[in-house]
């Protein structure tokens, strides 16, 4: 798992790569609050394009950074990663957006 971060037009755009599950959601987490804290936004878009899976531990993750006080927008959600957003009620959380096909 690796999260590459970069700000595009001032904003905060953080690259998500691999899958977000039990095994990888505490280092996933420790990037990303370090990445926050290192570019001082309260607004991040994650670009899921290529995660390939997010598990119960990854959801609950988002969360978390949510309840931090971190607006985050996703975009370039796989049909597959998008359907588990959809079917656990993130698309009316977040603001997701999927990939084009």
């Not at 700000?7 to 370090?34: F, K, P």
């Not at 009620?89 to 997701?96: E, K, L, N, V």
């Amino acid at each position: 798992m690796k999260c590459n971060a970069k700000l595009v037009d001032d904003e905060l755009l953080v690259e998500v790569n691999g899958s977000v599950d039990t095994n990888t959601v505490d280092e996933v987490g420790e990037e990303l609050i370090a990445i926050v804290d290192g570019y001082k936004k309260d607004e991040m878009t994650l670009d899921v394009e290529n995660m390939d899976y997010i598990s119960s531990a990854g959801l609950r993750l988002l969360i978390r950074v949510k309840k931090g006080g971190i607006k985050l927008n996703i975009i370039n959600a796989s049909k597959d990663v998008y359907q588990i957003f959809d079917i656990t009620g993130f698309t009316d959380m977040f603001d997701i957006s999927q990939a084009e096909a």
